[in-house]
Every structure is written in structure tokens, then in C-alpha cells.
């Protein structure tokens, strides 16, 4: 008996097909010939899709129906990403936007935002001292700060 893998068969079923199959169809028929019980069917599903669309020689179409690369042009299967993606202009954020994320950040260092018009200042409010220190309490209790520790 001949092993092949689930993508390699997944090919000789699309090439036997002459034409496009659902992902169900194509791992229906595929799953039979590898005579996978339900079990390794809901195992191996996941690992499949990723594996045929990392493949090369298929491509995905509408309504998650797949085919053999070689059987479209470029132009048809291609996705040109700058139709999916647009591009975020840096001086397009809004000062909220700016405001927020700098409030986030100052957070995040134990700091706090002023709230000057012009500028944000970021003023150290000593939260990120009295954390520090602490943690250096909590270690010498457990013995992790003392000479000679192991920690």
C-alpha cells in the first residue's frame, strides 16, 4: 500500500475532478481515501487547510471552493493587497488617537501624562519608585534579595 500525504491527495482528487470542489467535498473525499475514522478527520482538519494553502499548486476561490493553481491565470487568483489594505498615514492619527496611546505608554512606565495643550509631558508621579521598592521587599522576605541566596 502506497502512503502518500493528505495534500498530495487532496492534488490527485482536484486532478481527477477536472474542475473546482468545496473544502468540504475535497476533504470529504480525501479523508475516504486515507480512510480516516471521524476522530482523525476532526484531528487533522486544521493541519489540511493550512497545508493546501501554503500548497503552491492550489488556490482558493469564492465560497471556499479550491482548485488547482494551474488551471487559473494570474490575474484571476491574484489579490492585489493594496485592494485589501489600506495605508494608515502616520499624520493622519487624530490627537485623541496620539493622546491615548501616550496615556497607555505612561502607564505601562509607571508615569503619568500632563495635560498641557501644546505638548505632553510625561511627570514621573513616584508610583514606579514605591512599586520598585516593594518588589525588593517582597524578595528579601522569600530570601530572594539576601547575599549568598540562590535566587
Known amino acids: 500500500m502506497k502512503v502518500i500525504s493528505l495534500p498530495e491527495t487532496a492534488f490527485e482528487v482536484l ?8 473544502f468540504a467535498e475535497l476533504y470529504g473525499k480525501v479523508a475516504e481515501i486515507a480512510e480516516m475514522s471521524e476522530e482523525e478527520k476532526a ?4 493541519q489540511f487547510y493550512t497545508d493546501i494553502s501554503l500548497d503552491g499548486r492550489f488556490v482558493g476561490l469564492t465560497d471556499n471552493t479550491w ?5 487559473h491565470t494570474y490575474d484571476k487568483v491574484h489579490i492585489d493587497v493594496n485592494d485589501v489594505y489600506s495605508e494608515v498615514d502616520e499624520g493622519e492619527r487624530d490627537a485623541e488617537d496620539a493622546k491615548e496611546e501616550a496615556e497607555y505608554d505612561a502607564s505601562i512606565q509607571g508615569t503619568v501624562v500632563s495635560d498641557s495643550d501644546d505638548e505632553e509631558a510625561i511627570v514621573d508621579d513616584g508610583e514606579a519608585e514605591a512599586k520598585s521598592k516593594e518588589s525588593k521587599e517582597a ?3 522569600v530570601g530572594m534579595g539576601k547575599e549568598g541566596s540562590d535566587y
Open 67 to 71: 482548485d488547482l493553481r494551474s488551471r
Open 139 to 141: 524578595a528579601e522576605l
Open 43 to 46: 484531528a487533522r482538519i486544521g
Open 15 to 22: 486532478t481527477a475532478a477536472n474542475g473546482t470542489m468545496t
